[in-house]
């Protein structure tokens, strides 16, 4: 709902009987905050940062690709949510790490000039539940550095995401390529939203998702 709409709705809400009571106060309120989940770190306010997914060694050769693109859609979700925070493009990102010796999340902030630097270590990552069905699995630990300060200012673990929470997909019913494209924009998703506020009925909604 855009903002306008929200704003001429309550009028005609308020002018409800009172017997409506606490119903009607609670959709106003919804009106006007609709986003009822806070944000865990509010530390990327006005701020130049870069996301940088970097996969383990075991994950490293096969999901590369995957972490670069969880990496892309994270920095998209927090620019477009958090108030004048302002990503370095991935293409910049993974130029850097691709041309220097890998050292640490806080030497690549440092060199490309960010004020904070959210690194996704991505410790697990599949799409199948066995040879024929699709459920993604993953597991995260993201953390925030500071790179004036030098230090980790947020850190998060997010283990055993799973996608579809309830059931697995059939192999068949679509390419890999379209389940892994899902997967990787629901769980961007979940750590983006670390960062920002937003509506409960949302991750409902992707839990309760089936194909």
Same mark, same amino acid.
């Given at each position: ?6 704003? !001429?709705?309550? #009028?005609?809400?308020?002018?409800? #009987? ?8 609670? /959709? ?5 905050q609709?986003?009822?989940? #806070?944000?865990? %770190? ?14 383990? &060694?075991?994950?490293? %050769?096969?999901?590369?690709? =995957? ?5 892309? !859609?994270?920095?998209?979700? &927090? ?14 990102v =993974?130029?850097?790490?691709?041309? *220097?010796?890998?050292?640490d ?5 440092? =060199? ?12 697990? @990552? +599949? ?5 024929? !069905?699709?459920?993604? +699995?993953?597991?995260v630990?993201? +953390?925030?550095?500071d ?6 200012? @947020?850190?998060?673990?997010?283990? *055993? $995401?799973?996608?579809?929470? *309830? *059931? ?10 379209? $389940?892994?494209? /899902? $997967? !990787? ?7 983006? +939203?670390? %960062? ?7 991750? $409902?909604a ?6």
């Amino acid at each position: 709902m855009h903002r306008l709409s929200r704003w !001429l709705a309550i #009028p005609a809400l308020l002018s409800l #009987p009172l017997a409506t009571g606490c119903s009607t106060l609670l /959709t106003v309120a919804y009106l006007i905050q609709p986003a009822d989940m #806070p944000a865990e %770190f509010n530390g990327l306010k006005g701020s130049k940062f870069a996301v940088v997914c970097r996969p383990i &060694i075991e994950l490293e %050769f096969t999901d590369a690709g =995957s972490a670069r693109e969880l990496a892309t !859609l994270v920095g998209g979700q &927090i620019e477009d949510q958090v108030r004048r925070a302002s990503a370095v493009g991935q293409h910049e990102v =993974s130029r850097w790490i691709d041309e *220097n010796d890998w050292t640490d999340y806080q030497t690549v902030g440092g =060199s490309l000039g960010v004020d904070h630097v959210v690194g996704i270590d991505l410790e697990e @990552f +599949r799409l199948h539940e066995g040879s024929t !069905l699709y459920r993604g +699995r993953a597991a995260v630990n993201v +953390r925030v550095y500071d790179i004036k300060e030098k230090k980790v200012v @947020f850190q998060k673990r997010i283990d *055993n $995401f799973d996608f579809p929470a *309830n *059931n697995a997909i059939p192999a068949s019913d679509m390419p890999e390529a379209q $389940f892994r494209s /899902t $997967f !990787l924009r629901v769980l961007s998703q979940r750590i983006s +939203r670390l %960062f920002h506020a937003y509506e409960s009925r949302e991750v $409902f909604a992707e839990e309760s998702l089936t194909f």
